[in-house]
C-alpha cells in the first residue's frame, strides 16, 4: 500500500502516452500484441465483455507503421463499368504533386477581381457594391437581394418583395466564371475565376487550363483511400456493403452526359479502408456469412468492389483487385466461440495468435496500483468529472475485489471487468459534479455503487427475487386484458 499512501487525489496519477502501458491485468495479451504489430499478425481476442479488447486493438494500430499507400480509382474510357485501381507511394504522389502544381492556379481575395467577377460569383452586392459572404442572401448594407439585379439592372422592379414573400432568389450564384483579358503578349486570353469552400477566388490562366485540360484527358480518377489515414478501422456491427464496398446507384445508369461515371460512384468498404492498418471487429459470430468474405481478404490481400444492390444501376460494375492487406483483430465472448467460422480461425492460428484474456487478478499491492492507475485514466478520458481522493480509489479497489468474488468465484483476486467499474466512477462523478464539489469523495462513490447495480440486482432488491418480478409483470398484463375484455 505504499504507493497509495503516496498519492492524495487520482491527479497525482502518471498516465502513460503508450497506449498498451495503459491496458491493465492483460500482460500476456500486451506481450502478443507487441509482437503482432511487429511482424502483422492476426488476432482472435477470447473473453467477457468490458475488458479491454477494443482497447487493446487500438493499441496495436498505434504501434503499427504510418500507411505508406493511397488507393485510386482510374477511370477506364474503353470500359467505363470496369475501372481500374492505382495504388500509388508516398515518393510517387509527391512527384505528382508537385507535376501539378502549375494547375492549382492563384487564391485571391473577392476584392482583388473585376467587380462583374465578384457579383456573379456572390460575394459582392450588385446594388451598392458591398462585399459580404456568399452564403448572406440579403446584404448587410442595404438590405437588398443580391442575387435580384445583375451588373445592369434589376431583373423586376418588384424582385425584393417577391424574394422575401415567397423566400425564392430570382438569381443565384455562380460558381465559376469564364472572361478574357489581354496577356502580357499583347494576345486575348481566356481566364476561368472558381469560387473556392473558404470564401475565396482561384484564378486559372490559359497555361494553367491547358495543363489542367491535358492532365483530365490523360487521366480521371478519384481517391479510393487516401494515404493520410487512421491505420485502425471498427466495423463491428457493420454492413454488408459496408464492410465489402459497393457502387452507388445513378438514376441515369452511369451516362457520360447527365449521368455519373462509374469510376465516381465507388465506396470503399471497411476491409480496404483498413489497407496497411488494424481492421477490428468486435462480435465477430455476429458477422455470420460475411466472416467467408474476411477469410478470403486475409488470403488474397485483395478484394473486388461490386454493385452489391441487383436493382441499381452500379450492379454491372466491378473493380478487380483493390488492395486490403490489413491485421485483422477479432473478438469475442467464451460461449460464442464455437460461432466462428472454422477457417476464419485456422487462418487467424496459421498466421497469428488466439489469446484467452483474463477476467481478474490477483489482489496485490502493485495491482492495487493498478486500478488507481484504471481511475485516473477514465476521468483523464471522460474530461467532464474531478478526480477522485484517496478514500474513493480504496471504495473502488474494495468493489473490484467483491466483484472478482461475486462474478467470477474467485478469492483474493481483482476484476478485469472495467467497463463497469467505468460506469461507476463516471456517475460518482456526475454526482460530484451536481454538488458542485471539487472532488469525487466517499459519499459520491457508495451512492454510485448502489445506483450502478445491474437491473437484475434491482429486481431482485426490489421484489425479491427475478420471477416475482417478472410474475408481478404477468399479472399487470392480465389485468390490462380483463379491462379490454369487459370494454368489448
Not at 490489413?326 to 489469446?355: H, K, Q, T
Not at 476484476?415 to 467505468?422: A, E, H, I, K, M
Request: overall charge neutral.
Amino acid at each position: 500500500m505504499k504507493y497509495l499512501e503516496e498519492i492524495e487525489t487520482s491527479r497525482d496519477i502518471k498516465i502513460s502516452k503508450n497506449p498498451l502501458d495503459r491496458i491493465i491485468g492483460q500482460d500476456n495479451a500486451v506481450e502478443i500484441a507487441k509482437l503482432a504489430a511487429r511482424q502483422r499478425r492476426h488476432l482472435l481476442l477470447v473473453g467477457p465483455p468490458g475488458i479491454g479488447k477494443s482497447m487493446l486493438a487500438q493499441a496495436i494500430a498505434v504501434k503499427v507503421s504510418r500507411p505508406s499507400e493511397q488507393i485510386n480509382i482510374v477511370h477506364n474510357p474503353q470500359n467505363p463499368e470496369r475501372p481500374f485501381v492505382e495504388v500509388l507511394t508516398r515518393r510517387e504522389l509527391n512527384k505528382e504533386k508537385k507535376a501539378n502544381s502549375g494547375v492549382e492556379g492563384k487564391i485571391v481575395l473577392p476584392q482583388e477581381v473585376p467587380y462583374f467577377i465578384a457579383e456573379r460569383l456572390g460575394f459582392r452586392c450588385s446594388n451598392c457594391g458591398t462585399f459580404s459572404e456568399v452564403q448572406q442572401i440579403i446584404c448587410p448594407s442595404c438590405g437588398s437581394n443580391k442575387y435580384t439585379v445583375d451588373s445592369n439592372h434589376r431583373t423586376s422592379p418588384f424582385g425584393d418583395i417577391i424574394t422575401e414573400i415567397f423566400e425564392i432568389n430570382m438569381l443565384s450564384p455562380e460558381k465559376e466564371v469564364q472572361t478574357t483579358r489581354v496577356g502580357s503578349n499583347g494576345r486575348e486570353e481566356v481566364v476561368v475565376y472558381r469560387r473556392t469552400q473558404n470564401d475565396q477566388i482561384c484564378v486559372l490562366d490559359q497555361k494553367a487550363l491547358e495543363k489542367s485540360r491535358e492532365l483530365n484527358q490523360k487521366k480521371q480518377k478519384k481517391v479510393l483511400v487516401p494515404i493520410d489515414r487512421t491505420p485502425f478501422v471498427h466495423a463491428t456491427g457493420a454492413s454488408e456493403t459496408e464492410f465489402l464496398g459497393d457502387v452507388r446507384h445513378d438514376p441515369y445508369g452511369g451516362h457520360p452526359e447527365i449521368g455519373t461515371l462509374a469510376y465516381l460512384r465507388v465506396v470503399p468498404g471497411a476491409i480496404h479502408e483498413a489497407h496497411e492498418g488494424v481492421l477490428f471487429v468486435d462480435e465477430l459470430p455476429h458477422l455470420e456469412y460475411i466472416q467467408t468474405f474476411i477469410l478470403t481478404a486475409m488470403q488474397e490481400k485483395r478484394f473486388p468492389i461490386i454493385g452489391r444492390n441487383p436493382q441499381s444501376a452500379g450492379a454491372s460494375v466491378k473493380v478487380l483487385d483493390v488492395p486490403c492487406n490489413f491485421i485483422f483483430v477479432g473478438a469475442c465472448n467464451i460461449m460464442e466461440l464455437n460461432d466462428i467460422l472454422p477457417p476464419l480461425r485456422s487462418r487467424i492460428i496459421g498466421d497469428g495468435y488466439e489469446i484467452l484474456l483474463d477476467a481478474t487478478m490477483p489482489d496485490t499491492e502493485e495491482n492495487r496500483a493498478k486500478i488507481a492507475q484504471f481511475i485516473a485514466q477514465e476521468i483523464d478520458i471522460d474530461g467532464k468529472i474531478p478526480h477522485a481522493n484517496k478514500e474513493v480509489i480504496n471504495e473502488m479497489i474494495k468493489l473490484a475485489k467483491d466483484r472478482a468474488l461475486k462474478i467470477d468465484n474467485m478469492r483474493n483476486a481483482l476484476t478485469l471487468r472495467f467497463r463497469d467499474l467505468g460506469g461507476v466512477i463516471r456517475l460518482a462523478g456526475d454526482l460530484a459534479v451536481l454538488d458542485e464539489s471539487k472532488l469525487i469523495e466517499k459519499p459520491h462513490i457508495r451512492k454510485a455503487i448502489k445506483r450502478a447495480m445491474p437491473i437484475e440486482h434491482q429486481l431482485r432488491e426490489k421484489y425479491g427475487s427475478l420471477w416475482s418480478a417478472m410474475g408481478g409483470d404477468s399479472n399487470i398484463e392480465s389485468e390490462h386484458e380483463s379491462v379490454e375484455r369487459s370494454y368489448a
